[in-house]
């Protein structure tokens, strides 16, 4: 069982930077697939950044160029370094972790397994 802590978020204006940071507890860490999603009210989870252990790291194209998913195994820390936020971006920021995530499902809520509480992020 894994479990995922976010913290990191806030409140900025629009062109402002924020680095969400995602702590999880099992030393199998380093294996997991893992990823961020939002959800803003009234809209579906989407994900926005993913990290394959095996084949790298993944972006949504409204988030390219301005997010950067890493992770830091040492730490068992997942980050999302987001910079020019925009009101768009504002919304409940999830971090998830999965064995394996198959490349097809990889934007998919259901292909992840653990969840952390999330971490609000609001751009104003």
């Known amino acids: 069982h894994v479990q995922l802590v976010e913290s990191g978020g806030g409140s900025v204006q629009a062109g402002g930077s924020l680095k969400l940071s995602c702590a999880a507890s099992?030393?199998?860490?380093?294996?997991?697939?893992m990823g961020w999603f939002r959800q803003a009210p009234g809209k579906e989870r989407e994900g926005v950044a993913a990290?394959?252990?095996?084949?790298?790291?993944y972006y949504a194209e409204s988030v390219k160029g301005r997010f950067t998913i890493s992770r830091d195994n040492a730490r068992r820390t997942l980050y999302l370094q987001m910079s020019n936020l925009q009101s768009e971006d504002t919304a409940m920021y999830y971090c998830?972790?999965?064995?394996?995530?198959?490349?097809?499902?990889?934007?998919?809520?259901?292909?992840?397994?653990?969840w952390g509480q999330g971490t609000q992020v609001t751009v104003s």
């Open positions: 998830a972790a999965s064995y394996g995530v198959p490349p097809a499902r990889r934007w998919l809520s259901t292909s992840y397994t653990f």
């Open positions: 099992t030393y199998t860490y380093s294996t997991n697939c």
């Open positions: 990290f394959d252990p095996d084949s790298g790291t």
